[in-house]
């Protein structure tokens, strides 16, 4: 006979929502990495995208495939089509017991210019069917210059809150306490490689010590990619601008507004007193329907966020070549010396 007592606890733990734990790590497989590498380098400058595979195990998110999409086009039956080829490709997978799991996507990106509203968009749309992704985001430009630039993104849980309410005006964001460095979150990246990969990897390394040196890492010139990322700085700081414009104007309207309402409720009160003292019904001081008392949209503050997250990622980037150069500068400069 079941124990009515054990039956209960069941019930009782089977009713307990599950409290997920908050994503610490994304393991991905080395061969996944040269596949993303591959791909995005192959069709560099041209941006792609491609479908992350993997298992979602408590903190960690890992990743152990990925295939590539279509490159698509504006066109509604090429859409169709690499919906299709999407589903085809994790039927295939599948039958050869692959793990075929969405977890994510991933995509290359051109001197680190990814933080728009399409991104969000896509992310918005994940998370309607997978509780938690991410975004690998590679950036070939980068990697040229002998930085692995490949990094892991996911929203942060209050913004995806805000954006679903369509609610970017300064007393929400003062209330939910968020920042532009609050949009995205860096979930940081392990690799993982099986044991007989390890092992091979082991067999493969030479047991002399390299004698062809790497004169490349001593190349002083890095004007092109600094060039680049100064224009792109530059035309972030005119949206910025313009951003900024639009709400200096919004304010304008605002105090234009306030002074137009305190002229009318003193017309208004002047009229009472008049009323009162010809003993008549003073008339309300506030008038939904006059148009005075309507109030303005505040602007969003979404696009100006972006902007200023995409300044820092520019920012960044410069900073970080900067100091590679002058490494090498000041290198050259003591083998001269010598």
């Not at 061969?31 to 069709?43: D, G, M």
């Not at 995205?184 to 062809?212: G, Y």
Request: negative net charge; aromatic residues 10%.
């Amino acid at each position: 006979m079941a124990n009515p007592s054990a039956a209960r606890s069941f019930l009782q733990v089977a009713a307990t929502e599950e409290v997920t734990p908050p994503l610490r790590v994304v393991q991905i497989e080395g061969l996944v990495i040269l596949k993303i590498i591959k791909h995005c380098k192959e069709f560099s400058p041209s941006l792609v995208t491609g479908q992350l595979l993997g298992l979602d195990v408590g903190s960690v998110l890992e990743v152990t495939n990925c295939f590539p999409f279509p490159i698509r086009e504006e066109d509604e039956e090429i859409e169709a089509e690499g919906a299709n080829y999407q589903l085809e490709m994790m039927r295939c997978l599948r039958e050869v017991n692959v793990d075929n799991n969405t977890v994510g996507w991933y995509q290359s990106t051109l001197f680190g210019s990814y933080q728009t509203v399409e991104l969000i968009e896509t992310f918005m749309n994940y998370q309607e069917n997978i509780r938690r992704c991410v975004c690998i985001i590679y950036d070939p430009s980068r990697s040229n210059q002998g930085v692995l630039a490949l990094k892991a993104l996911k929203l942060s849980d209050s913004f995806m809150e805000l954006y679903r309410n369509n609610n970017f005006t300064g007393e929400k964001l003062r209330e939910k306490n968020l920042s532009w460095v609050d949009i995205f979150e860096e979930i940081p990246i392990k690799v993982s490689n099986s044991a007989l990969i390890s092992a091979f990897m082991t067999e493969l390394e030479a047991d002399s010590p390299a004698t062809q040196c790497d004169y490349d890492r001593l190349k002083l010139s890095s004007s092109p990619f600094v060039e680049r990322n100064m224009e792109f700085l530059i035309e972030c700081m005119d949206d910025l601008s313009a951003e900024q414009q639009k709400f200096q104007y919004y304010y304008r309207n605002v105090s234009r507004q306030q002074a137009q309402q305190q002229a009318w409720l003193q017309k208004r009160r002047s009229e009472n007193m008049a009323r009162k003292a010809a003993g008549e019904e003073p008339l309300p001081e506030e008038d939904p329907s006059n148009p005075v008392f309507k109030p303005l949209p505040e602007p969003s503050r979404l696009d100006s966020f972006l902007i200023t997250n995409q300044i820092s990622n520019y920012c960044n980037q410069i900073n970080g070549v900067a100091g590679q150069s002058f490494s090498r500068l000041y290198l050259m400069k003591a083998l001269q010396e010598n």
